[in-house]
């Protein structure tokens, strides 16, 4: 079902909003983006995605002026996310969460740092309103991170993000349908080459009536599962290098432990932990190769990427054979008239 209010005819920006059973708050939200957005001068929409909501949420982000997605039971934010961009007509795409954490007056600023970045998120300071255990999950998945990307990652799960349209219609295909996406596209934009930007905010609690809706342990067992599989898509040897390295020392640990300390051989078990060793080592190896070969065929308008870097085909007309001359000549030949 589909809900669409006026909005421009040309949207520049497009800022998709993610919801469910936030008939509280949503309206609050939509008109503070778009005060922000019109005092900036900028032509935008506003796109509501409701995940199944049981209240009354789509009718209230209607009432307030958004152009409304719903879906019919719930699939998930992450699938929200991927309904937006899917359905986003601007140049420039805004995400932020409908609970009210997310401060829509940043977002003039996050669209300006997108003229020299590919992506901005909004990364939540040290004043931030947030749990002890959470802001220690958090580091962790921050540290994981930014060992893949061989980068500084200051926010890996921020939902608060400004993104070229193009680079996020690039990877939507790969995004998870639950509140992992963040994960995905920070680490995907990453590994892909494109460049990406953090803007420091500051998060408040949230909306009076709303809560959470991400479940500690489940949610961050995902978020660990969904760096592996971005980390072994990009990066196949950021995780088996080290597995191999491991092995082989306690495979050689071992071996030395028993004949020095043991007084023993050095025994089977050592070898065939060093064989394993090697032959992590070479799968590894191979993955990598592999993830070279197929990376532009895999990812979704890779190929039209490639296209803007590459020069302009030349159109060059066939040349005429011998016998097309000679018709040529005939018909261009003028006929004498006869005479009667």
Known sequence: MQYRNGSAENPQISVIIPARNEE????????????????????????VVDDGSEDSTAKCAHHAGATVLCHPYNIGN???????IRHARGNFLVMLDADGQHPPEDIPAMLRMLEKFHMVV??????????LHRNLANRIYNSFASYVCGRTIADLTSGFRAIRAGAAKEFVALLPNTFSYPTTITLATVRSGYSLA??????????????????????????????????????PMKIFMPVSVLTFLVGLGYG???????DSRYGPTSQMLIVFAVLIFLIGLVSEQITQLRFDRSIPFAGERQKRFAAPERHIEPELLPAEHIVAEIAATPRPSREH
């Open 198 to 235: 953090y803007f420091p905010i500051k998060s408040p609690k949230r909306a009076a009536g709303t809560k959470s809706k991400i479940k500690i342990l489940s949610d961050g067992l995902r978020f660990f599962l969904i760096i592996f599989k971005i980390t072994t898509l990009f990066s």
């Open 78 to 84: 992450g699938a929200a996310i991927k309904t937006g």
């Open 24 to 47: 509280q708050g949503i309206g609050s939200i939509i008109g503070r983006v778009r005060k922000v957005l019109n005092e900036a001068g900028h032509h935008h929409e506003i796109i």
């Open 122 to 131: 909004g990364a939540r300071g040290s004043g931030s309103e947030s749990s």
């Open 256 to 262: 030395l432990y028993k004949i020095f300390m043991l």
